[in-house]
């Protein structure tokens, strides 16, 4: 089929399409079946020699597209080179030598490393201090605890003792007054 063939059916077909959207009365299934009905056959090589010239229209040739490369790598050459000089204009304005005016603090003077060793000293000797202060407070508190452990495990067998002698009366005599003024003196005994 000639491509303006295939044109030719397009707008009859359209035209048909028109018509019967126009009409007062609903277009049945069997109406639209003719229009759309129509066998299209198309040569895919006359359809491209025929549309092939209107598309080369717009687009570049090579030359042209040769032109355009060759100008945006001269931009990109000439940004670059640009680049660099700004840098190397940049690098020189940078000072070599820094003259250091005033005191600097550092290890630089003998004076320097003496305070900063004082320093050290100090700091290293206040937190063994205060370490050992506050290990001998947790010594004193383990010990407070231990004490009044002992006093209540104490209380509570002088108190199973006073119990037994009150519950058995005959057995008082095997247990002896127990208390700290003289009772340790009768195994002290020469």
Same mark, same amino acid.
Not at 4 to 21: G, H, R, V
Not at 108 to 126: D, H, N, Q, S
Not at 134 to 155: F, G, H, L, N, P
């Given at each position: 089929?000639?491509?303006?063939d ?10 048909q ?41 717009? *687009? ?20 670059a ?5 700004n ?40 937190a063994?201090?205060?370490?050992d ?5 947790a ?9 009044q ?24 005599? *095997? ?16």
């Amino acid at each position: 089929m000639n491509p303006q063939d295939l044109f030719n059916d397009i707008k009859a077909m359209k035209a048909q399409l028109d018509e019967l959207s126009q009409r007062a009365a609903p277009v049945t299934a069997e109406q639209l079946e003719q229009v759309i009905d129509r066998p299209i056959t198309l040569d895919a090589k006359s359809f491209a020699q025929h549309v092939l010239p209107d598309l080369k229209k717009g *687009l570049p040739d090579t030359a042209a597209i040769e032109q355009a490369a060759d100008k945006a790598a001269s931009r990109i050459a000439q940004t670059a080179d640009q680049a660099v000089q700004n840098f190397e204009k940049t690098a020189q304005r940078i000072p070599r030598h820094v003259r250091v005016t005033g005191d600097i603090y550092g290890f630089t003077t003998w004076y320097a490393a003496l305070v900063y060793g004082v320093i050290l000293t100090l700091v290293v000797f206040g937190a063994w201090f205060l370490c050992d202060y506050y290990r001998e407070q947790a010594q004193e508190t383990v010990i407070y605890k231990q004490a009044q452990e002992i006093s209540r495990e104490r209380d509570y067998y002088y108190n199973q003792i006073q119990d037994y002698k009150r519950n058995n009366p005959t057995y008082t005599k *095997l247990f002896p007054r127990y208390d700290d003024q003289g009772f340790w003196d009768q195994f002290n005994r020469p």
